[in-house]
């Protein structure tokens, strides 16, 4: 590790999220709205994401990933098995164009991610692949403590 990453505190706590989900195969549009929490993990400078929503106010739903600091850069690994630990994305927040390309299978995820203010920030991904083709953006609001 080379050291401390100021994306670790400006990320951990709780957020909500509103999410918009267009799939250009189905034609449609889903939007998500929930609570996300960045917590600390046992290994330093790691965070454990969990979030926790509702599609169309009526379908649950929950997805967890471990981010790992290591200076300017952020990685991004699945939390749940079967593939825990293995590399979602990996970030350079400090860069201009902060993106990424995840390989599953046939289908490509291409993330963007924006850090906006300490107070929020944008995840977009666009999905494509034999059987997929939307674009998932979720704004992310940092929740106000009481």
């Known amino acids: 590790m080379t050291g401390a ?5 400006q990320l951990k706590g ?15 549009t889903l ?7 960045f917590q600390p993990a046992e290994t330093p400078q790691t965070l454990l ?14 997805r967890e990933y471990i981010y790992v600091f290591d200076g300017d850069k952020i990685t991004i690994l699945f939390a749940d098995d079967p593939t825990r630990g293995k590399i979602f ?10 993106t990424d390309r995840h390989l599953c ?5 291409d993330g963007r991610y924006d850090f906006q ?7 977009a991904q666009q999905v494509t692949g034999p059987r997929k083709n939307y674009t998932m ?5 940092r929740s106000k403590t009481l």
């Open 5 to 9: 990453s100021p994306y670790y505190d």
């Open 14 to 28: 709780v957020w909500s999220f509103k999410r918009t989900i267009i799939d250009q195969r189905l034609n449609q």
């Open 31 to 37: 939007t998500a709205q929930g609570q996300a929490s």
């Open 49 to 62: 994401y969990r979030e926790e929503g509702r599609f169309n106010a009526d379908q649950e739903f929950f």
């Open 89 to 98: 994305q990996t970030i350079c927040p400090g860069t201009e164009n902060i």
């Open 105 to 109: 299978g046939p289908d490509c995820y």
């Open 117 to 123: 203010t300490a107070q929020c920030f944008v995840i």
């Open 137 to 141: 953006e979720t704004i992310y609001n």
